[in-house]
């Protein structure tokens, strides 16, 4: 018998990690679609707009009608302007042609860490809940979760001696979000320097992802474990521009590290990407040479915004911890009984409003969920009262 070739042959790796199926993300997105008079405060997507000067350099390569493959690992000119940033606002001296390299999108640094630095069955300790695309990233390379459990006690800041329970003979890897997605939490001095310990004694890498390093409110500081002793050896920074600059569909960010672990992540890079879109680069590099104070207007925007929704889940009654960074709250609705999955499907279906459940973003999110503010505060307010109503 002939076998048809739509017949699915997936791969047992893909079987497992997703047992093929759409995502409960996907799923609610579709779900979304079709719910008339809904309110999103579902994806981390800025409806800020671009600025200008970004745009227009863009632009002005586009127009040119020489919009060529750039160098792999990006455009000179920016990898400069990447370490100068580096060195200016973060103190770390990076040499740009065998310590940077652009990527599509600090997405795909992710991937191109792990599959540089992982071997089948390696171990990468995740503090949990933990931005998704991480888990994806760790099993294609045949690497594993050890999820790391934080607790809400602790406004979901990760400790040190749950990170040692995690620890086995196969621990590679740890990664680090500070400021967090989902739960905005950071990291602070003390805890980082008995992180950084731990790291030596066992002979870690650790991955910063420092994506929201600009997103953070109230006097709160996320500072990275690179500065502290032996850290600059065995630490990749991931970065990138989506958020500071509002230019998530641009696809560009960037990774750093000692040239060691970063030379050998250049053709990894070459190989999913060849390069990070042309254009986006000239923006990129246009967002880091003009002046800063869209930034300073971005983040003031989203302060007055979370102020909105923070305020609103107050007088709603539902609790939260204290988000210090990012563009998310991390709503704590465990008295009410339900799943955060079956809150979340009757927010969408009762209240039309897309709010994400924590367990989106892995086992430790059951009982929050994830409620950003990029929408107008009115539409936030309003959403909060829906979601109130449900609560
Ligand atoms: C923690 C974290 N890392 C990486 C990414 C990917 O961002 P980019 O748009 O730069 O690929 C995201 C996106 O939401 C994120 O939240």
Redo the contacts with the bound molecule.
């Keep these: 018998m002939t076998q048809s070739i739509a017949a699915p042959r997936l791969s047992k790796k893909i079987q497992s990690l997703q047992g093929g199926a759409e995502s409960s993300f996907v799923r609610m997105v579709r779900m979304a679609s079709s719910v008339p008079d809904l309110i999103s405060l579902g994806r981390?997507d800025p409806d800020v707009p671009t600025p200008p000067h970004i745009v227009e350099a863009a632009l002005r390569v586009i127009q040119s009608q020489r919009v060529n493959y750039t160098a792999p690992v990006g455009m000179p000119e920016l990898r400069e302007a990447i370490a100068h940033k580096l060195k200016v606002e973060n103190g770390l001296t990076y040499d740009p042609a065998t310590e940077v390299i652009v990527t599509a999108?600090?997405?795909?640094a992710?991937s191109v860490v792990m599959q540089t630095l992982l071997d089948p069955g390696d171990e990468v300790l995740l503090p949990d809940p933990y931005?998704t695309?991480y888990e994806m990233a760790i099993g294609l390379t045949g690497g594993v979760v050890k999820r790391v459990p934080t607790a809400a006690e602790d406004d979901f800041e990760v400790k040190v001696d749950a990170i040692e329970a995690c620890i086995t003979p196969r621990s590679r890897v740890l990664v680090l979000?500070s400021p967090n997605?989902p739960t905005g939490a950071v990291i602070s001095a003390a805890t980082l320097a008995q992180i950084a310990e731990l790291v030596l004694k066992h002979n870690l890498i650790v991955i910063s992802?420092e994506?929201?390093e600009k997103i953070i409110f109230d006097g709160a500081e996320a500072p990275s474990i690179v500065h502290l002793p032996g850290m600059f050896e065995r630490t990749i920074i991931?970065n990138?521009f989506?958020k500071t600059y509002c230019m998530?569909g641009f696809?560009v960010?960037y990774l750093a590290g000692p040239a060691a672990l970063v030379t050998p992540m250049q053709e990894v890079h070459h190989t999913l990407t060849i390069c990070a879109p042309t254009a986006s680069q000239h923006a990129a590099l246009a967002a880091l040479t003009g002046s800063q104070d869209c930034v300073i207007e971005i983040v003031g925007i989203f302060a007055a915004r979370r102020r909105v929704l923070l305020d609103a889940l107050t007088r709603a009654g539902i609790p939260y911890p204290q988000p210090a960074g990012a563009f998310f709250a991390f709503a704590d609705i465990r008295k009410t009984g339900l799943t955060s999955a079956d809150f979340a499907m009757k927010a969408l279906t009762e209240a039309a409003v897309l709010v994400f459940p924590g367990t989106q973003y892995g086992p430790g999110g059951e009982g929050f969920l994830r409620i950003s503010y990029l929408a107008e505060p009115s539409a936030i307010e309003t959403a909060v009262a829906r979601l109130g109503d449900v609560f």
């Design positions: 981390g999108g600090a997405q795909e992710m931005y695309a979000v997605n992802d994506l929201y991931i990138g989506s998530t696809r960010g």
